[in-house]
């Protein structure tokens, strides 16, 4: 809200003040007649749309705490206008202040504070006036409705105090707890000189801390209650040596100019009093608690919820601009890389271009070549090297130490066709292989001996030459077992005596043995 218009009512005089930011500016002066309702509908043409709050500064303003029941919604407002229309016979200015929650025994009820104005006819004609030329009504308040705010400003939020001001209607006393309003009283006053209303506010303050501690709103013994008194300009001493706490009130007396540095007033026209600061409140810092029906506010609401709208359409644009722009960057990136790849496959071509055009002339297309270096490639990798059987038998061998070789032959052939050996059995964890499978493949044939045991232990020998035999052809290594030659034949075709280890025991020399592993080439 970047302009609104306040109208401050008054028993004799209404004022309407147009509020820009920080500054607070008087347009009007209106009688409280049915002459100034009057020129205040003429002052309305023209201005259809405008927005407009009404500040109520009248002596006869009426404050009722009751309870309700704990409820939400649209149980607690029908419940809160049941009430309002039970105390008042008008309530088309009547408002429910909530003061919190209270426990009654295993209940929990809501205390309120009904307010309202003990004659509403004299507002009336001017909200009417604001109704039928068109103008939005923001909310109708008085000013003790604004005196927390005023009082959290000033640097009372909490505890109980007093605010008391000098206003155009006269003087006000608003007394405040917890930063909720308790209640309201206006005195009508004469011009005053400033030591002599300093003496009147002192008086009529103790007059209403006496009449809060006989409705038993304040204790009669407690702690001191503080009193925000506002000075007029440059009357500060004045104030301070007037008002002097004692027992029962504390003073606190704050210059005007401070307090409106405080609302961030920043200028009022001259001849405000007090009101400057409540008006500004209203404009800035509007309670919700408010005197007004919905009636009353319907362009307003109207007004807020095309807002919301307009609001909510140029949140949702913001966002798509932003999602429109991420996805922008996300093409212009991919654009500049689908550029430099475009760059780097022309050069690449360039550069392939400068490579054959050193080549020899051949009799044939490059496709023939390359074609002809992927078989030569193929063929490459086809051809085996012996580097990888020897590694496979040495580690082998690292876990057999009695294993001593004697011969070890590589070669390249077809197992089936090396008919001078006759497959044996499997050894333990090893996989005989299928001729019908067998292909080109690496034959290692592994000569050697077993040392540290006894010639004449055929068991133990044939033991670990299995053992050895099945560690050369298992595992992952790619080596199947073909044939296995003994020191000794232990199959069933042969005839084992007592002299097969003779010509190893007269020469010495410890038992032999032959293995023949094949790997398949790829």
């Known amino acids: 809200m970047s302009e609104q218009r306040l109208l401050y009512f008054t028993a004799e005089h209404h004022y309407l003040y147009r509020s820009t930011g920080s500054i607070l500016e008087l347009e009007a002066k209106f009688a409280g007649d049915d002459a100034g309702v009057g020129g205040f509908r003429e002052y309305l043409h023209g201005r259809r749309g405008a927005l407009f709050s009404v500040l109520v500064d009248l002596a006869g303003e009426d404050f009722q705490e009751d309870q309700i029941p704990l409820l939400r919604g ?3 407002e029908a419940v809160v206008q049941r009430r309002l229309a039970q105390r008042y016979r008008d309530t088309r200015l009547a408002a429910a202040l909530s003061l919190g929650q209270v426990t009654a025994g295993e209940r929990r009820n809501e205390r309120l504070l009904l307010a309202s104005f003990t ?5 009336a004609p001017w909200l009417d006036a604001l109704d ?33 001001s000098a206003n155009r209607g006269g003087l006000r006393q608003c007394f405040v707890e917890d930063g909720k309003l308790r209640f309201g009283r206006l005195e009508r006053t004469a011009e005053m000189a400033p030591q002599a209303l300093a003496m009147f506010m002192r008086s009529e303050t103790q007059r209403l801390a006496q009449y809060l501690a006989t409705l038993r709103v304040l204790p009669r013994e407690g702690a001191p209650v503080q009193v925000l008194a506002l000075a007029p300009p440059g009357e500060r001493a004045t104030f301070e040596r007037a008002l002097v706490s004692d027992a ?6 704050i210059d005007a100019e401070d307090a409106a540095r405080a609302v961030r007033l920043a200028r009022s026209p001259e001849g405000t009093l007090a009101e400057g600061l409540y008006l500004h409140l209203v404009a800035r810092k509007a309670p919700r608690e408010q005197f007004a029906s ?16 307009v609001a909510a359409g140029a949140l949702g644009f913001a ?36 490579i054959t055009a050193g080549f020899p002339v051949t009799q044939t297309s490059s496709e023939n070549l390359r074609a002809a270096v992927v078989e030569f490639l193929h063929i490459a990798e086809r051809n085996a090297a012996p580097e990888r059987a020897f590694v496979h038998v ?18 390249i052939g077809r197992p089936e066709r090396r008919g001078e050996q006759k497959p044996a059995a499997a050894a333990p964890g090893s996989t005989p292989a299928k001729p019908e499978a067998q292909g080109e493949s690496v034959i290692l044939e592994i000569a050697g001996r077993v040392n540290a045991t006894q ?40 005839i084992l005596t007592g002299d097969i280890g003779a010509s190893s025991t007269d020469t010495g020399d410890a038992a032999h043995f032959t293995i023949t592993l094949a790997r398949r080439l790829p």
């Not at 029962?248 to 007396?253: A, E, G, I, N, Q």
């Not at 919905?294 to 709208?309: C, E, S």
């Not at 033991?463 to 199959?491: E, H």
């Open 294 to 309: 919905r009636a009353d506010r319907r362009r307003f609401f109207v007004w807020q919820l095309q807002r919301g709208v």
């Open 248 to 253: 029962r009130l504390v003073f606190r007396t």
């Open 319 to 354: 966002a798509c601009a932003l999602v429109a722009g991420a996805r922008w960057l996300e093409a212009t990136e991919t654009r500049d890389r689908a550029a430099m790849q475009a760059q780097q496959s022309q050069i690449a071509a360039e550069q392939y271009k400068r």
């Open 455 to 494: 010639r004449d232990d055929y068991r133990g020998i044939t033991a670990q030459v299995q053992r050895f035999a099945g560690a050369l052809g298992g595992g992952s290594s790619g080596y199947q077992l073909i044939a296995t030659k003994l020191p000794f034949d232990v199959t069933s075709e042969g």
């Open 394 to 411: 040495s580690q082998v061998l690292q876990q057999f130490p009695q294993m001593e070789l004697d011969a070890l032959t590589w070669s």
């Open 74 to 76: 649209s149980d607690r």
């Open 119 to 123: 004659n509403t006819q004299q507002i």
């Open 132 to 164: 039928d030329t068109g103008a939005r009504l923001a909310g109708v308040y008085s000013v003790p409705l604004l005196a927390p705010a005023l009082a959290a400003a000033l640097g009372a939020r909490t505890g109980r105090c007093i605010v008391v």
